[in-house]
């Protein structure tokens, strides 16, 4: 086991992780920037350095400062968190040339599985069912005519894609060239990969994931599904396990070609696969995820299992401690973000100091956050400064839980989503669990 892992991130993704090590007996190293000296991440961990000014480009992404704070704190392993070098198979490739450990899988699954076209041929070759589409298509008079054979609507996706960037809807042939140029160079500027590739957009849909590990022996396991249909413009707002739509029939099925997937990428460590559910129940592979998901606690939730922990264990070189038959569902997990954002005026970004603070509490009620009271929210990063998950018998009580939960929990200073989160879950279409992906879509007239 490692001794000490440095934490590339911050929020409370980095807090997270710092938790985990601890119980563990774990010693830990924090990267910070100027604009985050006073993060509680930064006073958690045993030891911290600074790598940079604010912005994410010159702190968070600057790799040769946090392999070098690695190298001076003489940490074993690097824990990326999700987003920024969470799934960048240079950073990881890099780690190994400095023989320190990547917390997560190895560069060439993480290369793989980021280009999007590879990973859908892969998919298809081992069985697993997949959005109709195109490859990758080379120029504007191809794009065309793949287009006219898939039919509109459909959806032009950045090969390198990922967090909703570099994707665009096209509902007739006459926007088609206008949007396909909009996202070929949305895709560059995001990822330096202007490559796009070409969906049959599928409607109304269900987005369902299902979360994975694997360890270095050939052991795999599935740990459920997740339900992350309530979204806007492709950013998830609330997820739940498990999904009031998927029968254990159909849970099943989806759990053997999930298996079937990682098995085929020679997968190592934790990741997801998220697929699009159709009214009629088919799923469909949409793309796998090889890093921790922001609402990997739903998971922990229902099945007890400490994913982080696990994720640290098996870089460790570990081995998986149960079987798929050891897996169970219990009980309903909800999990809202909570985004520093205004939602009253087209969600624009909120920063400032929090004035006032109180986190709800009682059994089964946690607050994953970075924040406290007198913390002042930085403008540079994510809006999203905490999650509020809730965990219950049933899922009618676990709504009820998190409706209080939500009434209970105090945020002033910035705006934030509280108001539309206890909105959202008193809906009679999340209460039915026959909410999809364009819910706020319809529910707002198309203005979201």
Known sequence: MFSKILIANRGEIAVRIIRACNEMGIRTVAVFSEADCDALHVNMADESFCIGPGPVKDSYLNVSAILTAAVLSKAEAIHPGYGLLSENYKFAQMCEQCNIAFIGPPFDIIKKMGDKDAARKLMKEAGVPVIPG???????????????????????KASAGGGGKGIRKVDKES???????AASAEAKNAFGDERVYLEKYLSPVKHIEMQVMCDNFGNTVCLGERECSMQRKNQKLIEESPS????????????????LAVKAVGYRNIGTIEYLLTGDGNFYFMEMNTRLQVEHPVTEMVTGVDLVKWQIRLAAGAELEFSQSDIKMKGCAIECRINAEDALHGFRPSSGRITLLHIPGGP????????????????????????LIVHARTRVEAIRKMQA?????????????????IELVSEQEFREGTYTTDHLLRKEGGSL
């Not at 200073?413 to 108001?419: A, F, I, K, N, Q």
């Open 405 to 421: 939960a939500l009434c209970e929990l105090v945020i002033e200073g910035v705006e934030h989503t509280r108001e539309l989160q």
């Open 244 to 259: 009031p739509a998927v029968t254990e029939e159909l849970r099943q099925k989806i759990i053997k070609a999930s298996l």
């Open 364 to 387: 089964w009620v946690r607050f994953d956050t970075a924040i406290y009271q007198d913390y002042f929210i930085p403008p540079y990063y994510d809006s999203m400064i905490g999650k």
């Open 175 to 181: 926007d088609f060239e206008k949007a396909f140029f």
């Open 134 to 156: 195109s490859g990758i298509v080379k120029d504007i008079h191809e794009a065309n005519e793949c287009a006219k054979q898939i039919g509109f609507p459909l959806l032009i």
